[in-house]
Each structure stands twice: as structure tokens, then as C-alpha cells.
């Protein structure tokens, strides 16, 4: 079983910034792709951002330029640092972790950007 932690949300004015982490614990297998997704309210969830074993990175065309992610592979955590930010980041944030043959997901932490 893997459990994945989230922390680093939180209320913030838009312009500002926040730094999300997702740490995995438990039986480890090695992490193929890592990513960020977000809902919110009334709408289905996205892909914010993703990250591959390499280093590899794509992003949202909404978040390109603001948002990066990144992974420490040795700490099996992977973070989202999220600049000038929107009113329209608002949501629920989700990690993502995929080992290959099995997913999975965080329990969600809110960011909300106030106008």
C-alpha cells in the first residue's frame, strides 16, 4: 500500500505564490510519471502539470510560464511551484503517481486565490 501526502495549500492574493509537495510512503516500487491535476467547482479535473522518471515536463497551456514542476526521486516527492497566481487557479490540487502497473492519488489539497 502506498499513501500519498500532500501539504502546502492554502488562501493566497492573486499575484502571489505557493509551493505544493506530495510525498509517497509505504511499499515503494520505482515511480515511472508524477503529476499535479486540479478541480474545481463545477468542472471536470485537469491535467495542471506532469513530470516523467527522466525529467521530463508538460504543462497546461493555463499554467505555462507560472508553474514547475518537479521531482526528488530520492524523497519519492514531487512538488508544483505556482507563481502569479489567478483567481482562476482556485481548486482542489491532486497528485498523481503512476508506477506502471498501478496508480495513485492524493487526497487533494484546496488553493484558493483571492481577486
Known amino acids: 500500500q502506498v499513501q500519498l501526502v500532500e501539504s502546502g495549500g492554502g488562501l493566497v492574493q492573486a499575484g502571489g505564490s505557493l509551493r505544493l509537495s506530495c510525498a509517497a510512503s509505504?511499499?515503494?516500487?520505482?515511480?515511472?510519471?508524477m503529476g499535479w491535476y486540479r478541480q474545481a467547482p463545477g468542472k471536470q479535473r485537469e491535467l495542471v502539470a506532469g513530470?516523467?522518471?527522466?525529467?521530463?515536463?508538460n504543462y497546461a497551456d493555463s499554467v505555462k510560464s507560472r508553474f514547475t514542476i518537479s521531482r526528488d526521486n530520492a524523497k519519492n516527492t514531487v512538488y508544483l511551484q505556482m507563481n502569479s497566481l489567478k483567481h482562476e487557479d482556485t481548486a482542489v490540487y491532486y497528485c498523481?503517481?503512476?508506477?506502471?502497473?498501478?496508480?495513485?492519488w492524493g487526497q487533494g489539497t484546496q488553493v484558493t486565490v483571492s481577486s
Open positions: 513530470i516523467t522518471s527522466g525529467g521530463s515536463t
Open positions: 509505504g511499499r515503494i516500487f520505482r515511480i515511472n510519471d
Open positions: 498523481h503517481v503512476d508506477y506502471g502497473f498501478i496508480d495513485y
